[in-house]
Antibody, heavy 121, light 106 residues
Framework: QVQLQQSGPGLVKPSQTLSLTCAIS??????????WNWIRQSPSRGLEWLGR?????????DYAVSVKSRITINPDTSKNQFFLQLNSVTPEDTAVYYC???????????WGQGTMVTVSS | SYELTQPPSVSVSPGQTASITCSGD??????ACWYQQKPGQSPVLVIY???KRPSGIPERFSGSNSGNTATLTISGTQAMDEADYHC?????????FGGGTKLTVL
């Protein structure tokens, strides 16, 4: 049974970096048919895909245009997890952040529990 | 940028059929999927690749996708189906979500 466990701070100051971790159990971050994604949800923007990483003989990363200049998603094979870093945050980045697996069908079948992140001083 | 449009709300009586639409330019040329989300919970995939149901999703959930519209149909709607439903598709290596539809069972 695949599970994703998120961790990270719930409060970040404006202009600082938002950092979240998604620990994977029951699957591998370097699996050849899966992709590991970050998605956020806010009342004003609904569900918004942020980006993904996947391994196909080498690591690939894709990012949403809206955050491309500020986002990094990295895998950690030693601990079977992946990270989200979002730089220079503003209050508009306040949202519930989810990690999610795409198992190869272009859909997200496993989701983390969600982390409410508030950007405020 | 590509957009998916859903009605903000749909109402249905228990036991009846609910249909939720998702519209986008030539959406039928892409795969659409659907998520159910209850308050305070993470989304749950109920339909992928237009009409396939993941393991554990009841048969009353079905999907179709043609032209510019994908449709999620819930037959014999139950009170437990009351939730927000979100459609999703890929466009040019980017994931796009619809705005979500609140399904009320009354």
């Amino acid at each position: 049974q695949v599970q994703l466990q998120q961790s990270g701070p719930g409060l970040v100051k404006p202009s600082q970096t938002l950092s979240l971790t998604c620990a994977i159990s029951g699957d591998s971050v370097s699996g050849n048919s899966v992709a590991w994604n970050w998605i956020r949800q806010s009342p004003s923007r609904g569900l918004e895909w942020l980006g993904r990483t996947n391994y196909r003989s080498k690591w690939y990363k894709d990012y949403a245009v809206s955050v491309k200049s500020r986002i990094t998603i990295n895998p950690d094979t030693s601990k079977n997890q992946f990270f989200l870093q979002l730089n220079s945050v503003t209050p508009e980045d306040t949202a519930v952040y989810y990690c999610a697996r795409d198992w190869g069908a272009d859909a997200f079948d496993i989701w983390g529990q969600g982390t409410m992140v508030t950007v405020s001083s | 940028s590509y957009e998916l449009t859903q009605p903000p709300s749909v109402s249905v009586s228990p036991g009846q059929t609910a249909s939720i639409t998702c519209s986008g330019d030539k959406l039928g040329d892409k795969y659409a999927c659907w998520y159910q989300q209850k308050p305070g919970q993470s989304p749950v995939l109920v339909i992928y690749q237009d009409s396939k149901r993941p393991s554990g999703i009841p048969e009353r959930f079905s999907g179709s996708n043609s032209g510019n519209t994908a449709t999620l149909t819930i037959s014999g709607t139950q009170a437990m189906d009351e939730a927000d439903y979100h459609c999703q598709a890929w466009d040019r290596s980017t994931v796009v979500f619809g705005g979500g539809t609140k399904l009320t069972v009354l």
